[in-house]
Nanobody
Framework: VQLQASGGGLVQAGDSLRLSCAAS????????MGWFRQAPGKDREFVGT????????YYGDSMKGRFTISRDNAKNAVYLQMNSLKPEDTAVYYC??????????????WGQGTLVTVSS
């Protein structure tokens, strides 16, 4: 599967932004989807994940209550709604896909990333 993230940009603290990730192929619904981010000079950080059907989501601690992941299998897309953005949310955001249901399994496919910059 090929993934392409979009929707990044420059926003102010407190604003909201929705990222999209478009997937190619006919088997999108067979993948667990995840979002990650990497800030300049920092390691990649887990943002959240959504199950194949969209019924279950998990989030990193700093995102809980502010970020929401959803997916539309009919459109081969996954979304990341980000609210109450903070300057520390500034990063390149990546979507990723994996076949395995195991939480510890690595992601098999990665998108190119979209930059989110939050100004104070």
């Amino acid at each position: 599967v090929q993934l392409q993230a979009s929707g990044g940009g420059l926003v102010q603290a407190g604003d909201s932004l929705r990222l999209s990730c478009a997937a190619s192929g006919r088997t999108f619904s067979t993948y667990v989807m995840g979002w990650f981010r990497q800030a300049p000079g920092k390691d990649r950080e887990f943002v959240g994940t959504i199950s194949k059907t969209g019924g279950t989501t998990y989030y990193g601690d700093s995102m809980k209550g502010r970020f929401t992941i959803s997916r539309d299998n009919a459109k081969n897309a996954v979304y990341l709604q980000m609210n109450s953005l903070k300057p520390e949310d500034t990063a390149v955001y990546y979507c990723a896909a994996k076949n395995s249901l195991l939480a510890t399994a690595p992601y098999d496919y990665w998108g190119q990333g979209t930059l989110v910059t939050v100004s104070s």
